[in-house]
C-alpha cells in the first residue's frame, strides 16, 4: 500500500512537472524577456493575472477530463461528433509546429552553453529527447527528466536573481498597483495565458494522469493538486525570471537600466547582468526548457491520436519518436521557422477557448460526468469569462497574424 501510495506521488508530482515544462519552453523564455523589458515592473501584475486565469483553465480541463477518465478528443466527440477529430488536428498540428521551434530553442541552447553549431544542435536535442521513448520505461523516465531539469531551471535562475538584485519592493508594488498601460497589459495577460494553458499544454499532466490510472471522482483531491502544482512550477519560473530581468532593465543601487536586445532578450539580460557566466546560464536554462518541452509536446500530440486507431496506442513510444525526429529533420531544413511559429501561436490563440468550452460543457453532462459528480458553480462561471476573454483575443490575434504574414 505504501509502495502504491509514493507511486501515486510520484505520478502527481510527473504530471505537475510535465504540464509546467511543457508551457516553459522557447518562446516562454523569450515571452517573459520582452514583456519584462516593456513593462519594467507592471509585469508583476500581468503574472499575477495571468496565474489567476490559468489555474481557473486548468482546474476545469483536468477535474472533466480525470473525472471522466476521457482524453480531450474524446470528450470533444461525445459534446458533439466529429469535433474531437477538429481538436486533435488543430493540437497536433500546433504541436508539430512549436516542437520544430523546441528544437530550434534546443539548438541554441547548446550553442550558448558550449558552443556546438546548431545544425549539430538540431539532431543532439531531438536525440535526447528519443533516448527517453527507447527506455523499456519510457513514462516513469519522462517523470523523473522533466522533474531533475524543472529543478535546474528554478535553481539556475535564482542564482541569476542573487547575483543582479533585482528591486523587490518595486516588483511588489507594480504588482498590485501596475504604472503600464491597461491596454498593454490586457494583450500581455492574454498571451501568457495562451503561453502557459494554450494547445496542447494543460493536457499534457491530464493525459499522463489518465495514463495512470489516477481518474474518477475519488481521486478528485489527488488530481486538484497535481493541477495547482503545475501552475504553481510555472509561476515560480516565470516570476524567478521576471525578477532576474527586471534586475537589468530598471535602474538599481548596483547597475544602471539597460535596454535589451530585441531579438534575444532573455539571454541579452543574463549576459548583461551575470557576464559571461551568466549567458552560459541561460544556454543551460534554455536547454533544460527546450528538452521537457520537445518531450511534453511529442507526448501529448501522440495522445491525442491514440484512441483514434488501436495500432497508434499500441506502439505509442514508436509514433512519439517518430514525431520528434520528423520535428528535427523539419527543423534542420527550415533553419528558422519564424513563419510557422507566428501561425502556430494564432492558432494556440484559438485553440483554447475551443477545449474549454467542451469542457465546460461536458461538466454538466451526466453521460460524460457520472450521475453524482457536480461541476462547482463558481468554477464554471468562472471557465466562461476566460472563454469569451481568450476567444476574443484569439480571434483578432489570428486575424492581425494572417494579415501580416499575407
Known sequence: MENKNKKSLSVLIGAAFLMATSAIGPGFLTQTGTFTGSLKASFGFVILISVILSAIVQLNVWRVLCVSGMRGQDVANKVLPGLGYVVAFLVVAGGLVFNIGNVGGGALGFNTLLGIPEIAGYFIAGGVAIVIFLMKNALNAMDTLTKILGGIMIVVIFVVIVIVRPPLGMALKETVMPTAPMGELGTAILTLLGGTVGGYITFSGAHRLIDAGITKKENLKEINKSSVMGI?????????????????????????????????????????????????????????????????????????????????????????IGFIAVSTVIMAFLGQPAVLLVLAGAVNGLILPITLGVCLIASKKKSIMGEDYKHPAWLLILGIVVVIASAYLGITTFGANLSQLL
Open 232 to 320: 504553481g512550477i510555472a509561476t515560480i519560473v516565470r516570476v524567478f525570471l521576471f525578477l532576474a530581468i527586471l534586475g537589468v532593465v530598471v535602474e538599481t543601487a548596483t547597475s544602471a537600466a539597460h535596454t535589451l536586445d530585441a531579438s534575444n532578450p532573455a539571454a541579452d539580460a543574463f549576459r548583461i547582468g551575470a557576464g559571461e557566466i551568466g549567458y552560459r546560464f541561460f544556454g543551460l536554462v534554455l536547454l533544460c526548457a527546450a528538452i521537457t518541452s520537445i518531450v511534453g509536446c511529442a507526448y501529448t500530440s501522440v495522445s491525442f491520436l491514440k484512441t483514434f486507431h488501436k495500432s497508434i496506442e499500441k506502439h505509442e513510444n514508436a509514433f512519439i
